[in-house]
């Protein structure tokens, strides 16, 4: 009977502790630093990025978490600066002791100087639609995503939309297409895929620099509006930089319309404040515009409506709120695919780097997450952290952001051969030895 007893009590002891271990495994939050800019000449941008993601967090959360696990975050404010950027993610890369899983630098230049950080540390690096385009090779850059898209695929569906426009990719050759782009390693990002494309095209490649943080552009837009004169310019700005663009453009007679940003150009923030010179300015983007979806209506009603608002309640929905959301939907998803591997769990940045390589987002699932039609499916793997996606061109009318029927597909044909000897030699130089069996 003694012995009975105390078998007993071992086993309501080892409940008990078992418990508790669940009890506090459930407890434990998925950390995510946010590194933000809410300040300065580029604050346009950073801050309905900002507002979006911590809107969505906070509607994760409102609606049980991912899979039962909450999220939490820290935010550090880095000014667009890639030092201040570093610091940033030194300061709160960690908390209680805990690793954060994943980091957004929102910054091609602080993408660069975080690449090595975070491998070390362990934390998934997604640069979405930014950054190294090359990391978008697995086999070499375990811990960085890319998806959907690269500003290499990027330039080359704008090329393909450009052919359209002059009738067919064969009437580019002879004609005159220029880059007006930010000085910084951002700007730089998609030249090397401009001067392939102008070599197989038979095309001039222009290239205008404008030096941070973009105000002084009168010289640019006089010789590209009456020296140079190409036949459709593409921009990669940011913060004030794209609006000063599109004035100056207007003011020296170049026609708006023959204008393209990548989609780092093309929000409100950047076609409003050039008033009417922005009509019928145009540029890319891998989603629609708008602000009716489930999942927006959902944010109003769970996040705005309890008071928790990141923001003015007006931003929901505009292009680079958006864009925050495809981010989160993105990051949400790898964690749920990590689950199905290691149960639910504060899962740490190693395992959710297996997720990331598990995101199959099809159109069934969209329309699940309340975001049906709004992008294109996407399935990242082993070996492409980049994926498969598609660009619209969007067109502003003076108040909105018009959504195009069609879609361009990149250039894959291109561009995946340059990521693939880019990432070899990066590999090389570095020493690192490509992950085999990943596919």
Known sequence: MKNLVQKITIVMFLGAVFSLTGLAQAAEKIYVPMLTYTSGPYAPGGIPIDQGFRDFFKYTNATGGVNGVMLDWETCEYGYNTDRGVEC?????????????????????????????TKADGLVLHSMGYGRTDASDGRVFSHVFTAPMTYWSQVTSITKYIGEQLGGMNNL?????????????????????????????????????????????????????????????????????????????????????????NWWSGSENDTRPAGSASVGYKAAGFHTIGKEYPLHRGILDKVYAAGKGSGEKSVVGEVLYNRALVQGVIFTEAIRAAHKKYGNIAINGKQLAWGYEHVNLTAARLEELGLGGFMKPLKITCANHEGENNLLIHEWDGNNWINPSKWYKPMYDVTRPMIEASAAAYAKEKGITPRSNCN
Do not use: C
């Open 89 to 117: 993610y030194e300061r709160i890369k960690s908390k209680n002791g805990r690793m954060g899983v994943a980091v957004f630098p929102l910054s091609t230049g602080v993408t660069y100087a975080l690449i090595p950080r």
């Open 173 to 261: 050759k002879g004609k005159k297409i220029a880059l007006v782009y930010h000085n910084s390693a951002y700007g730089k990002e998609p030249i090397k895929t401009l001067e392939v494309l102008s070599a197989k095209y038979g095309f001039k490649f222009l290239k205008y620099p404008v030096n941070h943080p973009g105000l002084e552009q009168k010289s640019t837009w006089l010789k590209i509006g009456r020296q140079t004169k190409p036949d459709f310019t593409i921009i990669f700005g940011w913060g004030v930089m794209t609006q000063t663009s599109i004035k100056e453009a207007k003011a020296n007679g170049y026609p708006v319309s023959k204008i393209i940003g």
